[in-house]
């Protein structure tokens, strides 16, 4: 379809300074947006710096949906999240820790200052109030072998009493007993019924041992109430000893009053079932489901439930594009959806009757989508700009108007490189895209050192997005010429691309990358094919890593961050067994073949670019001694490197000082081995 989008103008005055990571961190960072009833107000959260405190901070706002009266609604020195309207309008309700633990608080909106409304034992990481304002559904962490009458005290007991104990000795007899970056302790998230006026609670989920919300990522969207008030669906992986190999997520209804037993919705799916939302009549529910058991990027189809007949359709079958994000019109006629599409995640509406899709809008990088009483909402960002609050026609037309500005000031006085997508020719003869961004200061008769960037996934992309970890424009504003390839693997054009890397990881990927290497080289003359660096993190760190016995003769220097440098011992050391059994089609024992195919360990004998080698300490996704091991063989072979260990982070450089230090690092790497721009 595009075969180049050129950016919108990005030139600036002498007066503008090139754009960096000091800045980057500064940013506000807008989202979790929550229409009001009658459909005129958005509630959001906007998270802020405090590089002081080296965190950040979230404070909730309110605007309305034409973008007038824009105001800040809480102040306190903590995090105010997860905002969710009264169901009359006329209140807030939010989580804070401002009594020292997380509890739910009410914010009055003609006036008066917020109260706190839960004074539950433990922490409430998420919910949501029913229709009638009269209960929540909250979920907490509790140990869930402990009688659901009392678990949330139960719990609470059990971690005094182990605070107490002078050993820190921990004993498990499954998997997984660690998660993303969290050791695990017995305790599950369940979710339970408040009463509001009582204070009753309720355990809907009772003894089951699986989490609601799931883990590591899951929050409310995980649990929906239906418009009745009567029963709730939630998503959990229940499925015993195999949960560490297995996706199969399911979708579950239980009574509020927990008089009605649990139903297990989706019996036969093996596959995950995802993201529950009734129709506002209730008589539908729609939600996301894969068709593949352990393939977690396998396509995801909006599928459509008739409640009272028990009839089940799946909407986008021949859409070609997994979905994102849902929400129903308010006559329940069209759903709206988000999904990647041609580097860019859009806004799609589908028809419920005829099941035909509709592309809204495809441009940048819509995170989040609602509906409102005259249109839609959506967070919007780009390669030009960090997310901002727009609204959109429900059939697309006209585009996104902008309803808030929040780094206006912040971005006046900075500079950005311009961008373009081009296309050529990759494996299999196929159509592949990149990004193309320009130095910060661009002058054509000049020429540039290059940052290859390598995304990770591997099913992924670095498309028309902002991005607050790999964002281009911060080489960009380094005087760095940027290039990222949309291999194949990369999602947003088609569920065969997308699987063709299943296999196949250092095979059509890498031909990809040097096709489009050399496609960018020869459309782009300002590129200095004599000072280029190649950078990537997770499955970037791993193609880093297999470039460099593989395809090491254009690069200077080379940036591996929390990459696998041996893919057999990688399945032993990692947490979700489910992610290396489907791509290397088994384990290492009954596939070893599959493991050993691309195996950048077999290959460090070629290795000679200087390479810079980062990792997190609480990464347990790929641990620690993979990079450990990358920065030994290095060392060994006499090769110049280093290593940047952060033994605070996990699978990403979160808090904002590290993010700076590493940024820096990389720079550093880069100009020692290019020479920088001139």
Not at 651 to 659: A, G
Request: with cysteine; aromatic share 12%; hydrophobic share 40%.
């Amino acid at each position: 379809m595009i075969a180049l989008l050129v950016s919108l103008a990005l030139t600036a005055g002498p007066a503008k300074k090139p754009y960096t990571v000091n800045d980057q961190v500064m940013l506000k960072r807008a989202s979790a947006l929550k229409v009001s009833p009658d459909g005129t107000k958005v509630v959001f959260q906007l998270r802020s710096t405090d590089l002081e405190a080296n965190k950040g901070r979230i404070d909730l706002w309110m605007i309305n949906t034409d973008g007038k009266g824009l105001r800040q609604l809480t102040t306190d020195a903590g995090n105010e999240s997860e905002a969710h309207w009264s169901p009359d309008g006329t209140a807030i309700y939010f989580l804070s820790a401002r009594s020292g633990s997380n509890q739910i608080w009410k914010l009055p909106l003609d006036g008066g200052e917020a109260v706190q409304v839960t004074k539950l034992p433990l922490d409430v990481d998420a919910f949501r109030i029913t229709p009638d304002g009269q209960t929540f559904v909250f979920a907490s962490e509790v140990f869930p072998d402990c009688e659901p009458a009392t678990q949330l005290e139960c719990t609470q007991k059990r971690l005094d009493e182990r605070a107490k104990k002078k050993t820190s000795a921990q004993v498990y007899d499954s998997l997984m007993f660690r998660h993303w970056d969290t050791w695990k302790d017995g305790r599950r998230a369940h979710i339970f019924a408040y009463a509001i006026r009582s204070g009753a609670v309720t355990s809907l989920q009772k003894k089951q041992n699986a989490d609601c919300p799931t883990k590591p990522f899951g929050g409310n969207e995980d649990f929906v109430i239906a418009p009745d008030g009567k029963s709730v669906v939630y998503v959990a992986r229940d499925v015993g000893r195999e949960e560490a190999w297995s996706t199969d997520m399911d979708l579950f209804s239980v009574g509020i009053d927990a008089k009605m037993a649990q139903i297990k919705l989706t019996m036969t799916n093996r596959a995950t079932d995802t993201s529950p939302v009734f129709s506002p009549d209730g008589k539908q529910l729609a939600w996301l489901a894969m068709a593949r058991p352990k393939f977690e990027a396998d396509k995801l189809t909006v599928m459509v439930r008739d409640l009272a007949s028990g009839r089940d359709r799946a909407l986008t079958t021949d859409w070609d594009r997994s979905a994102g994000s849902i929400a129903w019109s308010a006559d329940g006629k069209t759903i709206f959806t988000t999904a990647d599409d041609l580097g860019q995640h859009g806004v799609f509406s589908i028809d419920v009757a005829s099941a035909k899709v509709t592309r809204l809008f495809s441009d940048g990088n819509v995170l989040e989508l609602a509906v409102a009483k005259d249109s839609l909402l959506v967070f919007h960002d780009s390669l030009a700009q960090g997310a901002d609050l727009y609204s959109l026609a429900f059939d697309g037309k006209g585009g996104l108007k902008r309803l808030t500005e929040v780094n206006a000031e912040a971005m006046a006085g900075l500079q950005l490189g311009a961008f373009e997508q081009f296309s050529f020719k990759g494996a299999n003869d196929d159509t592949v895209y990149g990004y193309l961004v320009k130095p910060v200061g661009f002058d054509a008769k000049k020429k540039y050192p290059l940052a290859f960037l390598v995304h990770g996934g591997p099913q992924g992309s670095f498309g028309n997005h902002w991005h607050y970890r790999w964002n281009p424009q911060t080489y960009a504003g380094h005087g760095y010429a940027v290039v990222m390839i949309d291999f194949h693997g990369s999602t947003g054009y088609g569920q065969a691309f997308t699987d063709a890397i299943t296999g196949d990881w250092g095979g059509k990927p890498l031909e990809d990358l040097q096709k489009g290497l050399k496609a960018a080289l020869e459309k782009y003359a300002f590129i200095d094919k004599n000072k280029m660096c190649a950078l990537g993190a997770s499955y970037g760190g791993y193609m880093i890593n297999w470039m460099a016995g593989n395809w090491n003769e254009p690069w200077k220097c080379l940036v591996t961050h929390d990459g696998n440098l041996d893919e057999r011992f990688a399945y032993f050391d990692t947490e979700e067994l489910w992610f290396p059994e489907w791509e290397h089609g088994g384990t290492p024992w009954d596939k070893p073949e599959g493991f050993a195919k691309h195996n950048p360990i077999d290959h460090v004998s070629k290795w000679k670019v200087p390479t810079l080698v980062v990792h997190g300490g609480k990464d347990y996704r790929v641990v620690e001694t993979g990079g450990m091991a990358t920065f030994t063989a290095l060392q060994r072979k006499g090769v110049p490197s280093k290593f940047l260990y952060f033994p605070d982070e996990n699978h990403w450089v979160l808090k904002p000082q590290n993010s700076v230090v590493w940024h820096d690092t990389v720079n550093a790497w880069l100009d020692q081995w290019t020479g920088g721009a001139k």
